[in-house]
C-alpha cells in the first residue's frame, strides 16, 4: 500500500507563505492524482488542490485560489503546494491524499497555523 509522509507545516504570521511537501512512497504505480484536503476542528474536510499525475491539470478550491499553487515531481513522487499571503481561516490540518486506481489514501496531516 503507498504511504504518504508530509512535511512543511509550522506557524506563521497573516500574509506569510508556507510550502508543503509530501512524498508518496513503497506502491506508487498506479496514481492517477494527488492533491491536499484541509481539516480545520468543527469543519468539514475540505479538498484545497489537486493535480494530475499525468495530466498536470490542476484543481483548486474557491477559497485559496491565487494564494495557493500546487505542482508536482512525478520522478521524486511528490507533490507540493505552495501557499502565501496566509489568513488565520487557513488554519487546519493539511492531508495529503493521492488517488490509486480509484482509491484515496492519505497522509498523516500537517499543522498549519496562522496568526493573526
Known amino acids: 500500500q503507498v504511504q504518504l509522509v508530509e512535511s512543511g507545516g509550522g506557524l506563521v504570521q497573516a500574509g506569510g507563505s508556507l510550502r508543503l511537501s509530501c512524498v508518496a512512497s513503497?506502491?506508487?504505480?498506479?496514481?492517477?492524482?494527488m492533491g491536499w484536503y484541509r481539516q480545520a476542528p468543527g469543519k468539514q474536510r475540505e479538498l484545497v488542490a489537486s493535480?494530475?499525475?499525468?495530466?498536470?491539470?490542476?484543481n483548486y478550491a474557491d477559497s485559496i485560489k491565487g494564494r495557493f499553487t500546487i505542482s508536482r515531481d512525478n520522478a521524486k513522487s511528490t507533490v507540493y503546494l505552495q501557499m502565501n499571503n496566509l489568513k488565520p481561516e487557513d488554519t487546519a490540518l493539511y492531508l495529503c491524499f493521492v488517488n490509486q486506481y480509484g482509491y484515496l489514501y492519505w497522509g498523516q496531516g500537517t499543522q498549519v497555523t496562522v496568526s493573526s
Open positions: 513503497r506502491n506508487t504505480f498506479g496514481i492517477n492524482s
Open positions: 493535480i494530475g499525475s499525468s495530466s498536470g491539470r490542476t
